[in-house]
């Protein structure tokens, strides 16, 4: 477990009570705990697990909250998981990419929670967002946006997530999605070679998740070099225990590699304009997800704008549209914990 301190000085009497928010993804599992006040969660500290480590979320809480207790005397009854995965019951769900289910009620019973609801990943996500500060995003387009327009995130990481915001007269509410799961469009032929190396042999067509995961990019790289654009870096990518961190890391200085993320940086722009047209996010949209923290200059490349925009009808649509990187990667735990505090409509002092 790695603990980090958001809060390093803080008053246990300050709070109302205590929340839990997780977030379980294919690559990393994240456990944060959150006082209460006024209806407002602070993020006071966070436990960070390794996903295929973990044969259960169970020990993963256990941890984290053994951790507030001997720490700071914190006890806590309620509290909301994000599944990186389609979550039809908020009981129980299977992550994606992890061999492992989430059980609400095993989770209920051991630590005698009064409650605990699973949502999926990019719902808790979107909860997050409005408790963002302006250092927390990274702006790649500007826009003009009115008041109440929907908004749209997307996120890139072992997988590829989705959620539409929409405005209910208090707050932005979000709704859950399995676009990244949606057939990547082919506009030529080498999109075409490109869908079918990414394939693999698959009868099933390429996706978007396929092209903008990291594994996507790792795939596009290996696409590339195969029509003969290996380099003298080759060798030392191929070894690289994170292929695809390898290649983030030389994108400027290696040609491969920096062609790489220029198809990656196109594929991720067709992608962002489909969603925002389908969604009619013009309220913004934010792109999550460790991909784009770390490679943020990527959404400011022309390919990835000339794509945005390119659009033969309704091009207003997404020229009025901003588009941020959050770099924040503590959204999701912080929008869990968010979800957490509305759970059941629950006052102050039900928190205990």
Known sequence: ?????????????????????????????????????????????????????????????????????????????KGVVGVAGPVTDPGRAKPTNLPWTVDAGEIKREFGFSELRIENDFMILGRGIESLKEGDLFSAKGGDPAFGDGRAVIGAGTGLGKAILVYDGERYRPIPSEGGHADFPIQDQFDLDLADFIRGGRKAPASYEDLLSGRGIEGIYDFLKGRGGGTYLTAEIEEAEDKAAAISKQKTTDPLCRETFAVYARCFGRCAKNFVMEALATGGLYIAGGIAAKNREVFVMPEFSNEFLNAEKQRQILEKTPVSVITNYDVSIIGACNAAIDLSHVQPNDLF
């Open 1 to 77: 477990m790695k603990t980090r301190i958001h809060r390093p000085d803080f008053d246990v009497g300050q709070f109302d009570g205590f929340v839990l928010g997780g977030d379980v993804g294919g690559t990393n599992t994240n456990i944060g705990v959150a006082g209460v006040k006024d209806g407002k969660a602070t993020l006071l500290y966070s436990a960070h697990f390794e996903s295929r480590r973990l044969f259960s979320l169970v020990p993963a809480i256990r941890e984290a909250l053994d951790y507030g207790r001997d720490m700071y005397a914190i006890d806590v009854c």
